[in-house]
Every structure is written in C-alpha cells, then in structure tokens.
C-alpha cells in the first residue's frame, strides 16, 4: 500500500460545479497537510494548509481532514475553467519531516 | 510573499555536459530546501533535501556524484546536474521552507513548502 492514495482522474466537471478532490494516507503520525495546484509545466502552487483535524476555508475552497479515517479532502465550489490543473495534496509528521505527495488529480472543469 | 524562483526556466544542453540550475527564495530565509524531478504526468519525486550550511541528503537511487547540490546560503541553493545524459531530461522543481515560527493556535508550524516555477531540462 502507498503512504498517499489520490485517485489520477482525469476528472472532468461543468463550469459552475462543486469539485471533490480527495486522499487517503496510512502514516497516522501526519500531522500537516497541504494542497497544492499544478498548471501545465509550472511549479506546485500552495493552495490551502491544514494543522492536524478539521476544516479551512479560503474563498472557493475547502479543505477537510479526518485524521481518524485518514482522509483529507479539498472542495472548490463554483468551479472555473482555470482551475483546471493538477491537484497534489501532500503531508508530514511535522516540522523537519519530509513530505509525501500523492499522486496529483488531473482536474478538467468544462466551459 | 514566499516567493521562490529558479533559473533557467528552459535549458537544452548536449550530451556529457553538466547545467547549473539555481533556486532563490526571493523574500524569506529557507533554512531547507529540496528538489524535486517530476516525469511528464507523473507526480513529484524528491531527489535531496538541503540544509544551508551542511551537506544534502539523497533519497535512495539518487547519484550524489551527478546530481551536486549546494546550499551555501539561506536564499540560494543550487542543482548541477553532470555529465547529462538524454534520461536526465525532466522537469526539476525545487522548493524551500521557511524558518519555523511559533503561532498561538498550532505550536511550531512553518512545515509548509514553496515551489519554484521549475526548470525544464532537454539533453540531446
């Protein structure tokens, strides 16, 4: 078993709709968790940063975790064509802990 | 603010060259930075972390004979990829990590990581 699952997609949604990007991990010693977005050749962009369980909200996004089932989620409400990129989310056990990053979802969010 | 940037963004180079790439945190001190290669479609892969001031240290199957990582300041690390063949042709990110800070609600925090645009590496 990998220490981060994310399903690849692709994942395709209309304009407008609610997205739910989702990972599992199995390491419960993680305790920061991040998700970052990913244009086309371009670097990881921060998008939302979480310390241990619970929500935070920053505009149109989510970000959920459920340390004790081991599932982080991001949710983008009125979805955008631009944010059609990857999504990787990644975590630690802490400051000096490298990260794992999961796989990355392909997002397509349709005009 | 946490900007980071590489240079070059773009470099072909010839077979049995090497290529410097350089990685700059633009408006924090990053006590750590890391880099990544990343195949197309295929997510990141750490390659070394370093700290500024001290040796880097490789994830496993990592040549630190051919991949020279030095950090010699805590803005600016640098990746020398040498002796570059076509199969070191990628896409190579680095990202840096602030000093920690301490925040009334979570303890020590500052785990976060932020990533240079990238640098694109053709060896021909």
């Known amino acids: 078993q990998k220490e981060v699952e994310q399903d690849p997609g692709p994942l395709s949604v209309p304009e407008g709709a609610i997205v739910s990007l989702n990972c599992t991990y199995s390491?419960?010693?993680?305790?920061?968790f991040m998700w970052y977005r990913q244009y086309s050749r371009k670097g990881p962009e921060l998008l939302m940063y979480?310390?241990?369980?619970g929500n935070k909200e920053d505009g149109r996004f989510t970000a959920q975790v459920d340390k004790s089932s081991k599932y982080i989620s991001l949710f983008i409400r009125d979805s955008q064509p631009s944010d059609s990129a990857t999504y990787l989310c990644?975590?630690?056990?802490?400051?000096?802990?490298?990260?794992?990053f999961g796989p990355g979802t392909r997002l397509s969010v349709l005009p | 603010g946490a900007v980071v940037s590489q240079h070059p963004s773009w470099v072909i180079c010839k077979s049995g060259t090497s290529v410097k790439i350089e990685c700059r945190s633009l408006?924090?001190?990053?006590?750590?930075m890391f880099w990544y290669r990343q195949f197309p479609k295929q997510s990141l892969m750490l390659m070394a972390t370093?700290?500024?001031?001290?040796?880097?240290?490789?994830e496993q199957g990592v040549e630190k004979d051919k991949f020279l990582i030095n950090h010699a300041s805590l803005t600016l690390s640098t990746l020398t990829v040498t002796s570059a063949h076509p199969e070191d042709s990628s896409f190579y990110i680095c990202?840096?990590?602030?000093?920690?800070?301490?925040?009334?609600?979570?303890?020590?925090?500052?785990?976060?990581?932020?990533f240079g645009p990238g640098t694109r590496l053709t060896v021909l």
């Open positions: 990202s840096a990590r602030p000093r920690p800070r301490r925040t009334l609600i979570t303890g020590t925090s500052g785990s976060e990581q932020f």
């Open positions: 390491n419960s010693a993680f305790q920061y």
């Open positions: 979480t310390y241990s369980s």
């Open positions: 990644a975590m630690s056990a802490g400051y000096g802990q490298n990260f794992v």
């Open positions: 408006d924090f001190q990053a006590t750590t």
């Open positions: 370093s700290n500024e001031g001290s040796k880097a240290t490789y």
